[in-house]
DNA sequence: GACGCTTGTCATCAC
DNA sequence: AAGTGATGACAAGCG
């Protein structure tokens, strides 16, 4: 029952709190589904802040400090409220120049060809890719590398505006609205999810638009061949194409004329399966991904300039265009195949590119929502083959031509992309990739503070108040010296529930005072006043000047038993003074000197109950006395709890708004990753498209003359071959393979 | 005088 | 069982 009551109030409390920073649209479930345990903390979590013994048991073993955790340390906490609004400053979508300079560190090994070439980022590929495929006798790596870029250009909206073009302005405009209302909110992948759903059923649309159109399109190769061969018109050998089973290649085809047409293990080119669902896969990234740019291009403009606009400085486009690239231009080539020097003729009857408004040089328009229904359905299975067959240049004339089918594994790749891309989707919308969550914990290793409890964050296990010494960099001295102060809390008396022995210095204060008030409430506030303009503070005697309200006020009848009137006594300035110090007494302290107690409040709170056991006997004390005692010393335990007690809680809700800060921030950064992410596949699909058409333009049949697009289409098989087969068993062919993916999903 | 904030205090629970 | 801490609730005081 303890544990369950704790469970709802905490839960509820910082679910609450969450929810209303970071905004109603927080999809809690996600979090506390996910498998990332400071997460799970900071809904469900052990709160370290309300739950005491946790609270102890995390700072004992995970701060390693050994700070007492009910110590109070008043710097870090007026610190943290000081902070509160710098902080708070803080929490906008924000991603620091910092991150981005980071992920450019971590993802120049990926790209290392990429990242330490700069000019690369310019490059642009549009077409170039097609050109650099014929022509093999260009630089493998330069021309890779121009390939690449010029798809970055093209993804950029100068060859192929994929969904940007579909949008008006006003849609733009509403888009930016609603993202940025997003980003305030800390939600808003409806927003994202409402458009892409709009966009999915315009592409079903679409897609079923351009199946007709696919279906009536006139062939030129005209006979359907009965063969799925390769078939070299100049020798009139059949082979099937082969790609090695290391995928990173088209090997030399194999002959294998009694290899019959439907060999049914063959899948199908993601070039040639015109289904729905990885058309409309495509389409949500592409709406998606044009969203999330233009939101990330206004949003933050430094980061949109280097991760978009700067083409030299596009590291992460660079490295994601580049890195396939790189191997494109290895063992790839359809031997046999006849290209007749006509390479640039397959544009003409190529069935992507008749049915898009592509040309062979703009192969990436295909990829336009609108209208790419083809190449759509082909790369809608968001093949990544692309990554690891690139296409590659053979450098001889001919057998090269080299191009590289869009993907030698086919199916297998599509099932492992699809799987891919759904833990991508998940990821995102949960707003963690599992597989991240360590790079989000290097990433945001000082200031992460993922974790609810400060016990998480390294920089929060310096003092109690994770709060205040996360935000102590704005004031080093204040950090130092808390940190410092309550690292030696225990050894000082300031704090009653700690130090009970109270130390010289507070008695002989109290003595010199006359027992007024608590020492280390004292020490407390002089400790916060280096920042505080109330140095007063730091006077015993001015203690209460400003912030005790009620011990100003002695009671009356106590007073007027026990001390004079100051009206009817002296009225000399002693006396003026020593009112002035009765005023700052407490109640209980009036009492107790109305009583006669023999010794000061101080002593009858923070001793030991041993000594102060000890104390009392020491004195003949009257059952009254005795009460009074034992009420004072309640009273003043009670008194340090509820201030205890008030600092847990408002570091708790510093917590939990730092923690939605960096959950804040991670989605940002998450959603640009994504970005990139399908930045990348968009190109690789393009590339992988025009080497397609490439590979098919080149074919040509026995009479020497190109194959239909509309009645061929490549397929590939499992064990890398590539088979020219009758697009109708293409297409039965990838509906089956698109429907296992969707059945396993379920 | 109402209002918000701070602080002290009480009651209660848990350890 | 007593002592103590934690915490919600309340009240008083102040600006």
Not at 6 to 17: A, R, S
């Amino acid at each position: 029952m303890l544990s369950l009551k704790k469970y709802l109030t905490e839960g509820l409390l910082q679910f609450t709190i969450l929810l209303s920073l970071i905004g109603v649209r927080v999809d809690v479930d996600t979090y506390l589904t996910s498998q990332l345990p400071p997460l799970r903390e900071i809904i469900l979590g052990p709160s370290s802040a309300y739950t005491q013994t946790q609270f102890h048991n995390l700072r004992n073993t995970l701060d390693g400090y050994g700070i007492h955790p009910k110590s109070i340390d008043l710097d870090n906490y007026f610190t943290a409220r000081r902070l509160l609004s710098q902080v708070r400053a803080l929490d906008r979508f924000q991603v620091p120049t910092t991150e981005v300079n980071a992920w450019l560190v971590h993802r120049d090994p990926e790209g290392s060809v990429s990242g330490s070439q700069p000019s690369s980022a310019l490059a642009l590929e549009s077409s170039s890719g097609l050109q650099d495929v014929t022509g093999p006798d260009n630089g493998v790596r330069e021309s890779e590398t121009e390939q690449g870029f010029s798809e970055d250009l093209e993804d950029l909206g100068a060859v192929a505006p994929p969904v940007s073009g579909d949008l008006t302005k006003e849609d733009i405009d509403l888009i930016d609205i609603l993202w940025r209302q997003d980003i305030d909110l800390g939600a808003g992948r409806e927003i994202f999810d409402y458009s892409h759903r709009q966009k999915e059923q315009d592409v079903d649309k679409e897609l079923q638009d351009g199946a007709e159109q696919e279906d009536t399109w006139p062939g030129e190769g005209a006979e359907a061949l009965a063969r799925n061969l390769l078939v070299d018109g100049e020798t009139g050998e059949s082979f099937p194409a082969q790609f090695p089973a290391d995928i990173s290649s088209i090997t030399e085809a194999v002959p294998s004329e009694s290899e019959p047409p439907g060999l049914q293990n063959n899948l199908l080119s993601p070039l040639l399966t015109g289904t729905e669902s990885p058309f409309d896969l495509e389409q949500q990234w592409q709406d998606l991904m044009s969203i999330m740019e233009m939101q990330a291009m206004e949003v933050n403009t430094s980061t949109s300039e280097i991760l978009y606009n700067a083409p030299p400085g596009d590291p992460l486009s660079t490295n994601y265009s580049l890195a396939p690239n790189t191997p494109i231009n290895q063992n790839v080539s359809l031997h046999q195949a006849s290209l007749g020097g006509c390479s640039q003729d397959f544009s003409l009857f190529s069935p992507e590119v008749e049915s898009l408004p592509v040309a062979g040089s703009s192969t990436l328009l295909p990829l336009a929502p609108s209208n790419s229904t083809s190449l759509n359905s082909t790369f809608g299975s968001t093949n990544l083959a692309g990554l690891f067959f690139p296409p590659q240049l053979n450098g001889t004339a001919n057998d090269t031509a080299g191009p590289e089918l869009p993907d030698p594994l086919g199916g297998l790749l599509d099932e492992a992309m699809l799987d891919e891309i759904s833990l991508m989707d998940l990821a995102i919308e949960e707003g963690f990739n599992p597989v991240q969550a360590s790079q989000l914990e290097e990433e945001f290793d000082s200031d992460s503070g993922l974790s609810l409890d400060s016990s998480h964050s390294p920089s929060s296990l310096s003092s109690p108040e994770g709060s205040s010494s996360s935000s102590s960099s704005s004031s080093s001295s204040s950090s130092s010296s808390s940190s410092a102060s309550s690292s030696a809390s225990s050894s000082f008396s300031e704090e009653g529930a700690v130090g009970y022995s109270s130390d010289s210095e507070t008695l002989d204060l109290e003595e010199a005072e006359g027992a007024v008030g608590y020492q280390p409430e004292y020490s407390k506030f002089c400790r916060m006043s280096y920042q505080d303009p109330s140095q007063l503070s730091c006077l015993p005697y001015l203690e209460h000047v400003g912030h005790n309200h009620t011990y100003n006020m002695a009671p009356s009848a106590l007073d007027s038993a026990d001390l004079p009137p100051p009206s009817t006594v002296k009225k000399g300035s002693k006396e003026k003074q020593a009112d002035f110090l009765d005023k700052q007494m407490s109640r209980d302290e009036h009492r107790a000197r109305a009583m006669k107690i023999p010794f000061t409040n101080d002593k009858i709170i923070n001793l030991p109950v041993e000594e102060f056991n000890e104390l009392l006997s020491k004195y003949q004390l009257s059952e009254a006395q005795l009460s009074l005692i034992r009420d004072i010393r309640r009273r003043g335990k009670n008194k340090m709890a509820a201030q205890n007690c008030r600092k847990r809680k408002l570091d708790t809700i510093l917590n939990l708004e730092r923690d939605v800060e960096d959950l804040q921030r991670d989605k940002a950064r998450l959603l640009q990753e994504k970005v990139e992410f399908l930045r990348s596949l968009r190109q690789m699909k393009q590339k992988v498209q025009s080497l397609y058409q490439e590979v098919f333009g080149r074919l040509r049949d026995e009479n020497g003359r190109p194959y239909s697009p509309s009645q061929y289409a490549l397929q590939y098989a499992g064990d890398g071959s590539v088979l020219l087969i009758p697009r109708t068993l293409a297409d039965q062919q990838a509906r089956r393979q698109e429907r296992k993916p969707k059945d396993r999903r379920k």
